[in-house]
């Protein structure tokens, strides 16, 4: 069985389809494999044996009665930020720690209309505010390539069971890089779609203009399949866009001949570490070797970026978590009257990084500072905007680095600003809402280090433009292989 769980969504799908196996024992087989695996990974809250039993038995029915699933059996990791009707909901927090979903997600819903197999809710940051995963308050999840190593965030544990093999996909969510980061880290496809693409009915806010859901893969591939399964219009979330949705996989091609790739002024790669430095060097020369033609463009605006972002999206989650107050659900400590009751409840119920988040908010948001910084932010923001529309009148594509660096040790960064920083390369893209990848591009093996860590090359298009995005990521993949030359080596040693 061990086979058929290391083939993509597509091939797993087919063979369920065409009954080469039951969608009930690939579905032990996968919690096996998680059972076994994920006590050193730890990129699961929780592995919902019950539940995916119960839905393979249904797939296997719908099956049964000549019903069609597109990702029939696919084991599925589910970040624990979205909702799974019957299932504990935490979003990485203490403030939701003993939380029953009374309701699923969108996104989800429609995987599980699929056949897709719910096979456990994956570790985050705290309501997915991070870089690296270290602000859960539930967990820890080590990178599957290198175990005393981060394995990015905040989908960390969406990435991580992706990696490990626990999950053939992932979902994850992205307000400012949170899939496609940690998929550079861990060696995996992240994409987030355009804004507005993917409902966010069921997904826990952390800044509603920024927040997007996407799929996490092995493959461009499978994230295509994902993708088409998972966006389009949704009645319970007024942010979706009634646009039909192309069919991805269609897009997907093997070379790049005719394809302009804007290579950007402002993210110049001298700054890198020069074997860093050399993979994206490598990965630009391997997109013209594939027939691209490198032209650079501007974008004045993106070194205001971090700045912009950590303005907007903090006064966006001070707004979104005064929710949890103690009074209606979630974590309540008792106190001497209502104020101090909701004091109290949230000292406890968060962590350092969310009450750091919520105060700076607050304070942008506050009268006397509105002005000053959250309107200026807004207005940078569209400049932002306006200058990657500016940019593709020059090109098809922008190609630029998903991070600055491979995954770093635990605790290496222990101020907030260098953390920060570590969302460089992609928080301009989630600023103007663009659908945005990263596809693995090469390796590096860290100074005194042995084991080869992965670096992901970020891909961008204009709005609504996900199957030209994922069609050119799908030619570098096939083109450079990247995916296939290595494996995890925790991965490897479980075997």
């Given at each position: 069985?061990?086979?058929?769980?290391?083939?993509?969504?597509?091939?797993?799908?087919?063979?369920?389809?065409?009954?080469?196996?039951?969608?009930?024992?690939?579905?032990?087989?996968?919690?096996?494999?998680?059972?076994?695996?994920?006590?050193?990974?730890?990129?699961?809250?929780?592995?919902?044996?019950?539940?995916?039993?119960?839905?393979?038995?249904?797939?296997?029915?719908?099956?049964?009665?000549?019903?069609?699933?597109?990702?029939?059996?696919?084991?599925?990791?589910?970040?624990?930020?979205?909702?799974?009707?019957?299932?504990?909901?935490?979003?990485?927090?203490?403030?939701?720690?003993?939380?029953?979903?009374?309701?699923?997600?969108?996104?989800?819903?429609?995987?599980?209309?699929?056949?897709?197999?719910?096979?456990?809710?994956?570790?985050?940051?705290?309501?997915?505010?991070?870089?690296?995963?270290?602000?859960?308050?539930?967990?820890?999840?080590?990178?599957?390539?290198?175990?005393?190593?981060?394995?990015?965030?905040?989908?960390?544990?969406?990435?991580?069971?992706?990696?490990?093999?626990?999950?053939?996909?992932?979902?994850?969510?992205?307000?400012?890089?949170?899939?496609?980061?940690?998929?550079?880290?861990?060696?995996?496809?992240?994409?987030?779609?355009?804004?507005?693409?993917?409902?966010?009915?069921?997904?826990?806010?952390?800044?509603s203009s920024l927040d997007q859901i996407g799929p996490i893969a092995k493959s461009?591939?499978?994230?295509?399949?994902?993708?088409?399964?998972?966006?389009?219009?949704?009645?319970?979330?007024?942010?979706?866009?009634?646009?039909?949705?192309?069919?991805?996989?269609?897009?997907?091609r093997d070379d790049l001949a005719g394809v302009r790739v804007g290579i950007v002024?402002?993210?110049?790669?001298?700054?890198?570490?020069?074997?860093?430095?050399?993979?994206?060097?490598?990965?630009?020369?391997?997109?013209?070797?594939?027939?691209?033609?490198?032209?650079?463009?501007?974008?004045?605006?993106?070194?205001?970026?971090?700045?912009?972002?950590?303005?907007?999206?903090?006064?966006?989650?001070?707004?979104?978590?005064?929710?949890?107050?103690?009074?209606?659900?979630?974590?309540?400590?008792?106190?001497?009257?209502?104020?101090?009751?909701?004091?109290?409840?949230?000292?406890?119920?968060?962590?350092?990084?969310?009450?750091?988040?919520?105060?700076?908010?607050?304070?942008?948001?506050?009268?006397?500072?509105?002005?000053?910084?959250?309107?200026?932010?807004?207005?940078?923001?569209?400049?932002?905007?306006?200058?990657?529309?500016?940019?593709?009148?020059?090109?098809?594509?922008?190609?630029?680095?998903?991070?600055?660096?491979?995954?770093?040790?635990?605790?290496?960064?222990?101020?907030?600003?260098?953390?920060?920083?570590?969302?460089?390369?992609?928080?301009?893209?989630?600023?103007?809402?663009?659908?945005?990848?990263?596809?693995?591009?090469?390796?590096?093996?860290?100074?005194?280090?042995?084991?080869?860590?992965?670096?992901?090359?970020?891909?961008?298009?204009?709005?609504?433009?996900?199957?030209?995005?994922?069609?050119?990521?799908?030619?570098?993949?096939?083109?450079t292989r990247h995916a296939q030359k290595q494996a995890p080596p925790a991965l490897?040693?479980?075997?």
């Amino acid at each position: 069985m061990s086979d058929v769980l290391d083939r993509g969504a597509v091939e797993i799908a087919r063979a369920v389809a065409a009954r080469e196996t039951s969608a009930l024992d690939l579905t032990e087989a996968a919690l096996a494999r998680a059972h076994q695996r994920d006590g050193a990974v730890g990129a699961y809250l929780a592995i919902t044996d019950e539940v995916a039993r119960e839905h393979a038995r249904r797939v296997d029915a719908r099956l049964a009665q000549g019903a069609r699933l597109p990702l029939a059996g696919v084991p599925v990791a589910i970040k624990d930020n979205m909702c799974l009707a019957g299932t504990r909901t935490t979003a990485g927090s203490k403030m939701l720690g003993n939380w029953v979903a009374p309701y699923t997600a969108t996104a989800v819903q429609r995987l599980l209309d699929a056949g897709a197999i719910p096979i456990g809710k994956a570790n985050l940051d705290e309501f997915a505010m991070g870089s690296s995963c270290e602000n859960s308050a539930l967990g820890v999840t080590r990178n599957p390539w290198d175990l005393a190593r981060v394995p990015g965030g905040s989908s960390g544990g969406s990435v991580a069971a992706v990696a490990s093999g626990t999950a053939t996909f992932a979902l994850g969510s992205d307000t400012g890089g949170s899939i496609r980061e940690p998929a550079a880290f861990c060696g995996v496809v992240g994409f987030k779609p355009t804004y507005g693409r993917v409902s966010r009915y069921g997904l826990i806010a952390f800044a509603s203009s920024l927040d997007q859901i996407g799929p996490i893969a092995k493959s461009v591939e499978d994230a295509a399949l994902v993708y088409e399964t998972i966006a389009g219009v949704d009645a319970a979330d007024a942010t979706t866009v009634a646009r039909p949705v192309e069919t991805a996989r269609g897009a997907l091609r093997d070379d790049l001949a005719g394809v302009r790739v804007g290579i950007v002024r402002e993210f110049d790669l001298a700054h890198l570490d020069p074997e860093v430095r050399a993979v994206y060097e490598q990965a630009y020369r391997d997109l013209e070797k594939l027939g691209a033609e490198l032209v650079e463009v501007a974008l004045p605006t993106a070194d205001y970026g971090v700045a912009t972002y950590y303005l907007i999206a903090p006064a966006e989650c001070s707004s979104n978590l005064a929710r949890f107050d103690g009074m209606r659900y979630g974590l309540r400590v008792e106190a001497a009257d209502v104020g101090a009751t909701y004091e109290a409840t949230r000292a406890a119920g968060f962590g350092d990084e969310v009450k750091r988040r919520i105060l700076i908010g607050t304070y942008a948001l506050s009268s006397g500072y509105y002005d000053a910084y959250y309107v200026r932010a807004q207005k940078a923001r569209t400049l932002i905007a306006l200058d990657f529309r500016t940019a593709f009148e020059r090109c098809d594509v922008i190609a630029c680095p998903a991070a600055s660096s491979p995954a770093f040790e635990f605790n290496a960064k222990s101020d907030p600003v260098s953390m920060y920083l570590m969302d460089y390369y992609t928080i301009p893209m989630s600023l103007a809402g663009l659908p945005s990848l990263s596809v693995p591009c090469g390796y590096v093996t860290p100074e005194g280090g042995r084991t080869p860590l992965p670096l992901g090359l970020e891909l961008t298009t204009p709005l609504f433009a996900e199957a030209a995005l994922l069609g050119i990521a799908h030619a570098y993949e096939v083109g450079t292989r990247h995916a296939q030359k290595q494996a995890p080596p925790a991965l490897e040693a479980a075997r």
